[in-house]
Each structure stands twice: as structure tokens, then as C-alpha cells.
């Protein structure tokens, strides 16, 4: 089957970094994607990754490495805005993508 | 209009009515997509259109269906809501399959 693994729950104290790691298997492999998802809002979209490496985006950087299945969000700098859910996404083919359950990040003062 | 919008914001429905779901956008994106959300169960596709009057099955698609018969407008229909539809549904969009998407507010769906 496919599936995409993530942390359920973070806490971290604002100025802090925090890393929310993501592990996918998936038959196909186009891409992974960030969201970022505020209580009742919708996703917004936070970065892409489709070759190894790091793509930095600010305060946000997102890593991957598909030999190992395996891709992070990185935050600094920590803000109480960033109190959220992250999501991890993967398009594994035309049209098929898969959504981990979400990361939900609580940001402490 | 400014992005994707989707209405109604929230609706209460008996079991075995028939349900629309709006959504619309204004960005020319070629694909389109409608997902439910539950928790536990992060986002699951439901339906996708790659364009105009092109529709595909997603993950979930057993009780709804969809049309395009536009760029702008992808509408979700139950044809008879069963609780298990009880949701939270975004509707998506994105220049290709393969960029990011830009999702609506969501219709929050409740049968009962």
C-alpha cells in the first residue's frame, strides 16, 4: 500500500527551530509537498521538493531524499503564528496524491 | 472573485438528499480537485479534472460525482448523502497536476 508517516503532535518555545519529519512509500514518485494548515482553515502551500537536497524559503527550509523515503520541514525562528498543522504530500502519479494525517505544531511563549 | 471560493460555508443535510457543492476559480488553472478531510484520515482525493470537460476518479469517489464543464467551475454532487459523508470538503486547484495546489475555504457537511 501506500502511506505517509509523520509525527502527530510537536511542541516548540517561540525563536526555536523545529523539524517535522515525514517518511513516505508510495508506488511513484513526482514530488513532495508542504502545506501548512491553521485550525479551520484551508492548506496554503509551503514548498516543493522533486530532486534530493535542501530548498530553503525564508524562515522555512524542506529536505528530501527519495532513496530513503524521507523528506523534513524545517522552521526558525519560531513565531506563535506558526502554531499550526503541516502536512506532508506526495504526488505518486498522474493524479494520485497522498496526504499524511498532519503534524499539529503548538508554538510556546 | 479573488482565488478559489466554494459555497455553501457549512450545511446540515438529511440522509438520502441530493447535494451540490460549489466551487469555483478565477486563477485559469487547468486542474482541479475535491478532497475530504476527517480526522485522523488527513486529506483523501475524492475526484480531479485535469481540464475542461476531462474528469478522473480519486482515492475516495464511491457516492459522489462531478462535472466540468468549464475552467472555472468543478461542482461536487451527492446524488443521495449517507452519514459516512459527513466532512469537511476543500476544493483545489493548480496550473498542472505537478505545482502546487490552491485550496478553498472548505464546506463543512454534516447528514444525518
Known amino acids: 500500500g501506500q502511506n505517509i508517516d509523520q509525527p502527530t503532535e510537536m511542541t516548540a518555545t517561540e525563536g526555536a527551530i523545529v523539524q517535522i519529519n515525514c517518511t513516505y512509500q508510495t508506488s511513484g514518485f513526482n514530488g513532495l509537498f508542504w502545506y501548512q494548515q491553521h485550525a479551520g482553515e484551508a492548506p496554503t502551500f509551503l514548498s516543493y521538493n522533486v530532486l534530493d537536497g535542501l530548498e530553503e524559503k525564508g524562515r522555512f527550509s524542506s529536505f528530501l531524499s527519495r532513496s530513503k523515503g524521507y523528506s523534513y520541514l524545517l522552521l526558525k525562528e519560531l513565531q506563535m503564528k506558526d502554531s499550526a498543522s503541516y502536512l506532508c504530500?506526495?504526488?505518486?502519479?498522474?493524479?494520485?496524491?497522498?496526504f499524511g494525517t498532519g503534524t499539529r505544531l503548538k508554538v510556546l511563549a | 472573485i479573488a482565488g478559489i471560493t466554494q459555497a455553501p460555508t457549512s450545511q446540515i443535510l438529511a440522509a438520502g438528499r441530493r447535494m451540490t457543492l460549489r466551487c469555483t476559480q478565477d486563477?485559469?488553472?487547468?486542474?482541479m480537485y475535491w478532497y475530504r478531510q476527517d480526522l485522523g484520515l488527513g486529506l483523501r482525493l475524492i475526484h480531479y479534472s485535469n481540464t475542461a470537460g476531462t474528469t478522473g476518479k480519486g482515492e475516495v469517489p464511491d457516492g459522489y460525482s462531478v462535472s466540468r464543464a468549464n475552467t472555472d467551475d468543478f461542482p461536487l454532487t451527492l446524488a443521495s448523502a449517507v452519514p459516512s459523508q459527513t466532512s469537511v470538503y476543500f476544493c483545489?486547484?493548480?496550473?498542472?497536476?505537478?505545482?502546487?495546489?490552491?485550496f478553498g475555504p472548505g464546506t463543512r457537511l454534516t447528514v444525518l
Open positions: 504530500a506526495v504526488n505518486s502519479g498522474t493524479y494520485k496524491y497522498i
Open positions: 483545489a486547484s493548480s496550473t498542472t497536476e505537478y505545482n502546487e495546489q490552491f
Open positions: 486563477m485559469r488553472h487547468n486542474a
